[in-house]
């Protein structure tokens, strides 16, 4: 199954964040628990954690960057191998929200 992670509105009171540093590699195995991600709001520094153990696939907004709350910065799936779509509109279509809140 293919995941995108994405922020919720609820997380901050931010219309967007900053990513402050990727823990996992593109290719590697987050394990359920495993901080995944910090992201940085004019308030606070929030750290993500793995809800389940999955490959992380593809950073979409990488470090010193930002993105818009609702919009995805990373994609993750069940194993290394499975075949995600290079259209994002189809992989939007087909993965599952891992959402922060």
Partial sequence: MVYLVTLKES???????????????????????????ELESFKAVIEIFAAQSAVLRQIRVPAGQ?????????????TADEELPTDFARLTEMAVEYSFM
Avoid: F, M, Y
């Avoid at 930002?66 to 069940?78: E, F, N």
């Fill in 11 to 37: 997380i901050n009171s931010s219309s967007e964040l900053r990513i402050l540093e990727w823990h996992v590699r593109e290719g590697e195995t987050c394990e359920q628990g495993q901080l995944l991600v």
């Fill in 66 to 78: 930002t993105q818009a709350l609702g919009k995805p910065i990373a994609v993750l799936s069940d």
